[in-house]
């Protein structure tokens, strides 16, 4: 383990809410039954989301590129995969990629996560079908997006804020099994 993580680690109980939840989630996904699982990181440029989870971990993410990129940080970058590299001991791979047009292997992955990254994608249904053609059968999704219920998209680079039955129709089309919950009360 590198002083990166353990300094993480140590500060988790000081974390919002939503990084409490996914990763309860995914410890929860990987359990401890000995078989390391594979887990896709979506949009996890700087994910701290996986960082201590016992999986191989992938990283897929958008090449920075645009000025909004930069402006909002998103997107990642030559320097930000070496520096998690020097900070991380998880993750096996990067990769500079689409995920509505990925080159991944079907039926790869034990664990898709994919925290505030679908309300920036415009082709947000190619986007979940390529995240189920990923993942191996019975294999898991745990997505976090902003709740169109609650909070108003005002972010220049967000193409939607979905609304709970919204979500749900979207994933009950790649998916056998949704459950679409909050994460924070009160939205």
């Known amino acids: 383990m590198k002083v990166y993580e353990l300094t993480r680690w140590a500060f988790e109980p ?3 809410p939503l990084y409490k939840q996914v990763r309860l989630k995914l410890f929860e996904m990987v359990g401890n039954n000995g078989t390391k699982k594979n887990i896709l990181d979506v949009g996890g440029r700087k994910s701290p ?3 201590f989870v016992p999986a191989d971990i992938t990283i897929i993410d958008l090449p920075r590129e645009t000025e909004v990129q930069k402006s909002l940080n998103l ?3 030559e320097e930000i995969v070496q ?4 900070k991380r001991s998880n993750i096996v791979n990067f990769i500079f990629g689409d995920m509505t047009n990925s080159d991944l292997k079907s039926e790869t992955f034990d664990v ?6 679908i309300e920036h994608v415009e082709e947000d249904e190619k986007f979940v079908s390529e995240i189920s053609r990923v993942l191996k059968p019975g294999g898991v999704f745990i997505l976090t997006t902003p709740n ?6 005002k972010n220049p680079d967000h193409k939607r804020h979905y609304k709970k039955a919204e979500l749900e129709k979207l994933l009950n089309k790649y998916f056998e099994k949704v459950e679409v919950e909050y994460a924070i009360s009160g939205g």
């Open 112 to 117: 898709t996560v994919s925290v505030e990254v």
């Open 75 to 77: 997107g990642i970058t």
């Open 49 to 51: 989301y996986t960082i």
């Open 14 to 16: 000081l974390l919002p």
């Open 148 to 153: 169109g219920d609650f909070v108003e998209n």
């Open 83 to 86: 520096s998690m590299k020097e």
